[in-house]
């Protein structure tokens, strides 16, 4: 079946501007993750939706940065007023939340963001 | 959250068994084990995961001793196609949030 598809694969916006980024997770998934990945940085954990509720926000690195997830099924991670360190691959992930054990994720292959 | 701790890098020969181990010290209960491999501008792709002991399945081995505080994967044969990012994650589910911190990865390199 279809996999994770994230868009656009690559995003060049200038400073000060905003962008949207879309997830289109497995079907069925109900758990949704956002991660950004820096250039040879490991995986920094953003947010999380089980359903269409984000029961933690902490891992936002700022106001700038807000997610939303529509229906239990695509979610956007919208970013404002860009600024150069925001550029990364921003990569989401989605699983089947079990009642006992972690449901792999299966992730798309990112949003490049390059914010100029 | 259980911290996880993983060489940075690694390199191996075509052919060798590759073991990388992981320190997970503050593992929870619930907290299961999984691995992750990211090549080059890929998202990571899951290969194996445990909770106590030893899993095995086609690709790789886990395993996991009695006190649960580290984990080994173990790659059997490498080829230079298993050149690329292993990640550990350790968490658990529960009804208040599943965030799931990854570590930092460990670069593997396959030499022919």
């Known amino acids: 079946g279809a996999g994770v598809s994230q868009s656009p694969s690559n995003k060049v916006t200038e400073k000060g501007k905003d962008v949207e980024l879309r997830c289109d997770p497995i079907s069925g998934h109900t758990a949704l993750y956002w991660y950004r990945q820096s250039l040879g940085q490991g995986l920094e954990f953003l947010i999380y939706f089980q359903g269409n509720s984000a029961p933690d926000k902490s891992g936002l690195p700022s106001d700038r940065f807000s997610a939303e997830r529509t229906g239990g099924s695509v979610s956007t991670l919208t970013i404002q007023r860009t600024q150069q360190e925001d550029s990364a691959v921003y990569l989401c992930?989605?699983?089947?939340?079990?009642?006992?054990?972690?449901?792999?994720?299966?992730f798309g292959n990112g949003t490049r963001l390059t914010v100029t | 959250l259980a911290k996880t701790t993983q060489p940075i890098s690694m390199d191996s020969y075509e052919g060798q068994e590759v073991n990388i181990t992981c320190s997970h010290n503050n593992i929870a209960t619930n907290d299961y084990i999984t691995w992750y491999q990211q090549f080059p501008s890929q998202g990571p792709r899951f290969i194996i995961q445990?909770?106590?002991t030893k899993v095995t399945n086609e690709v790789a081995s886990l395993f996991i001793p009695a006190d649960r505080k580290s984990s080994t994967l173990s790659l059997p044969r490498v080829s230079l196609s298993d050149t690329a990012v292993y990640y550990c994650l350790v968490g658990s589910f529960n009804n208040a949030g599943n965030m799931l911190t990854f570590g930092g990865g460990t670069r593997l390199m396959v030499k022919p």
């Open positions: 992930a989605s699983s089947l939340a079990g009642a006992t054990s972690i449901s792999p994720l299966h």
């Open positions: 445990g909770y106590k």
